[in-house]
């Protein structure tokens, strides 16, 4: 990152799933500027991409050129949470999510080290512009067998912390959407439930529904072959949809294999209410009302100018 103190270590900046986002492409053009503003609801501006890697006050300049307003900056271990949470005490346009990705969180327990991972997130928990604990949640795709009940056991950590807290919850769901949903029936969701990067169907866009859980949309809904994902928009309540990008991945149709960032969420946007059948400045109003209704106001609690606790350093 450019300014002095926001900078990760490399090893920080790769995905949980050993990659490091797509460093060969540049960054595709930007979309026309909406006339109504939304949120990015899912972002890791901590990640370098693409051929001229852009830092976070670059990400949210060029975003706001678009008419995105802001983003939740999500943690994925202890030391991106901790960034996560000191860059959204000092940034108007960041509110930040903390938690141990579940491809993390069972080595962690392997290891031991998962109940101090879990105190470190308690004590971020209690910021005031962190609002969320996430991304947790369960990935059977990336999680042998013999770990998956260890990644369970993080999750229902994980969802206690949202609980004491009364934080949203930003769930990780891949190949594991009954067992995700298991979970939360097992031992109650909180009150505001995200399914981020919401990758399932008809079916389980009934179940959130009937739950009042959230739908995170990505690029991915742009995706010419993602005929499910678009039938599940159509299900879902279009007060339980919120859009994100998952910067810098899963960038939207055409762009798709390039670097994504939060100035992408428009090119979701215009695709989600051609689905839909609305004006893209009235679903844009919906999704702004969705996730203050999720996350609160951006500029509702307040800042540290300092950007003196937990800055990762």
């Not at 678009?66 to 983003?71: A, I, M, P």
């Not at 943690?75 to 930040?96: F, K, N, Y």
């Not at 008809?202 to 995170?216: C, D, F, K």
Request: proline share 7%; glycine share 8%; aromatic share 6%.
């Amino acid at each position: 990152m450019a300014n002095s103190g926001d900078s990760l270590p490399a090893h920080l900046r790769q995905r949980r799933d050993g990659s490091s986002g797509d460093r060969t492409s540049s960054y595709p053009p930007a979309p026309p500027a909406l006339s109504v503003g939304v949120y990015d609801n899912h972002a890791h501006l901590e990640f370098a991409a693409g051929d001229n890697p852009m830092d976070y006050s670059t990400h949210l300049d060029q975003a706001g050129a678009v008419g995105v307003l802001g983003v939740v900056q999500v943690g994925t271990d202890v030391e991106t949470s901790q960034w996560s949470a000191a860059l959204a005490s000092r940034e108007p346009r960041v509110l930040a999510a903390v938690a141990i990705h579940p491809n993390e969180a069972p080595l962690l327990a392997q290891a031991g080290k998962l109940d101090e991972a879990m105190a470190a997130l308690d004590e971020l928990a209690s910021m005031p512009r962190v609002v969320a604990i996430g991304e947790t949640g369960l990935d059977f795709f990336r999680t042998a067998e013999p770990l998956r009940e260890a990644q369970k056991e993080a999750f229902r950590e994980h969802i206690a912390l949202a609980k004491k807290h009364d934080l949203a919850l930003q769930i990780h769901d891949r190949d594991a959407h009954q067992a995700v949903v298991e979970v939360l029936l097992e031992v109650g969701a909180p009150d505001r439930t995200v399914f981020h990067c919401f990758s399932g169907d008809r079916e389980l866009a009934g179940i959130l529904t009937e739950h009042g859980w959230y739908a995170s949309f990505s690029g991915t809904v742009t995706f010419k072959n993602s005929h499910d994902l678009r039938e599940a928009l159509q299900v879902m309540p279009r007060s339980h949809i919120l859009v994100e990008t998952d910067t810098p991945f899963l960038t939207p149709d055409p762009f798709r294999g390039r670097p994504n960032s939060p100035y992408m969420v428009p090119y979701s946007v215009l695709s989600m209410a051609a689905t839909l059948g609305m004006e893209p400045s009235l679903l844009a109003a919906q999704l702004t009302s969705n996730t203050h209704d999720v996350y609160g106001g951006w500029g509702d609690m307040p800042l540290d100018p300092l950007g003196s606790v937990l800055d990762g350093r």
